[in-house]
């Protein structure tokens, strides 16, 4: 039998750091000597507590903020800049509010000089995906919040970008749009294979939404990795799986990290690992 082919690693961060420095003149450690590889189709979350450097990390990634140690390369080339290859949603103002639907869909296929039935072909399959083919032509204004993430998610597909990552972009959501949302992100990322797949990097809070999206969790604590644990369990997964055993165990560990539960603090508990 043919051993299984590695994926090669499209994210590639070593001993990355990040200091600021605050308006009082106070140094700020946001991020300290971070270290790991994301092969090429995997889906990644990143949680931790609020403050302690999730959105430094992407934002270095994007390449909207440099790292003050180390280097970050994506695809083997080291980040410098923000690419149209590393497609970014955040929270708030990822749709443009004075274009319409399906300008908002096919904008960045516009800004790299594809020809308008070209795009336009495209970004009516990403709506139709997303299932809002029916509100194409409508203002952003007009639609509901969750309709507008649809419209965010459709962008940053269609966009074509090999690396997408986004920072928290359901975390004004209620309950059941946001699980319609996970279903429509997994679906998109799902749909194309092999070197196609999509590299995600996905940023929460929400250690639920982590679990039921996640192939590995990535877990930060005051700018430090603490934890890095893969979630085996099959997709697609329901709400349900949230029940299995191995999910309510990752769930236990993920909850102490943020010191939710009783367990030893994350950086004593890595100490006792290594
Ligand atoms: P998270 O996304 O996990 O909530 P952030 O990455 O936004 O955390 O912030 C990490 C730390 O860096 C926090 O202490 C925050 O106050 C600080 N920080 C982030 N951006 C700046 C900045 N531009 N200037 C000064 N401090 C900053
Ligand atoms: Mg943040």
């Not at 004004?172 to 749009?177: A, K, N, P, R």
């Not at 679906?187 to 809070?205: K, P």
């Not at 877990?219 to 949230?242: C, M, N, Q």
Request: charged share 25%; glycine share 8%.
């Amino acid at each position: 039998m043919l051993p299984e082919p590695v994926a090669s690693p499209m994210i590639v961060l070593t001993g990355v750091s990040r200091i600021f420095r605050r308006a009082d003149g106070q140094l700020v450690r946001a991020v300290t000597d971070i270290t790991f590889e994301i092969p090429q189709g995997q889906f990644v979350c990143l949680v931790g507590p609020s403050g302690c450097g999730k959105s430094t990390l992407l934002q270095m990634i994007a390449g909207l903020l440099l790292p003050s140690n180390g280097s970050i390369r994506v695809a083997d080339s080291f980040v410098t800049e923000p690419s149209p290859e590393r497609g970014v949603v955040f929270q708030k103002d990822s749709v443009f509010p004075w274009m319409r639907v399906v300008d908002n869909v096919e904008y960045g296929l516009k800004c790299r000089g594809m020809a308008k039935g070209e795009r336009r072909t495209i970004a009516r399959d990403y709506l139709t995906l997303v299932g809002l083919s029916h509100v194409e032509d409508a203002w952003p204004r007009e639609l509901s919040s969750g309709m507008l993430k649809r419209v965010a998610v459709a962008a940053v597909f269609a966009n074509g970008a090999s690396v997408l990552l986004l920072d928290e972009p359901f975390g004004s959501l209620d309950y059941v749009t946001k699980r319609q949302l996970h279903d429509v992100l997994l679906r998109l990322w799902a749909q194309s294979d092999g070197e196609n797949r999509r590299t995600v990097l996905f940023v929460t809070h929400d250690v639920d939404e982590a679990l039921t999206l996640a192939d590995r969790i990535l877990v930060l604590h005051s700018g430090r990795l603490v934890d890095d644990l893969g979630i085996g369990v099959p997709r697609p997964r329901t709400a349900d799986s949230l029940l299995m055993e191995e999910m309510m165990q990752r769930k236990h560990e993920l909850l102490a990290h943020l010191g939710l539960e009783g367990a030893p603090a994350p950086a004593a508990r890595r100490e006792e690992m290594t």
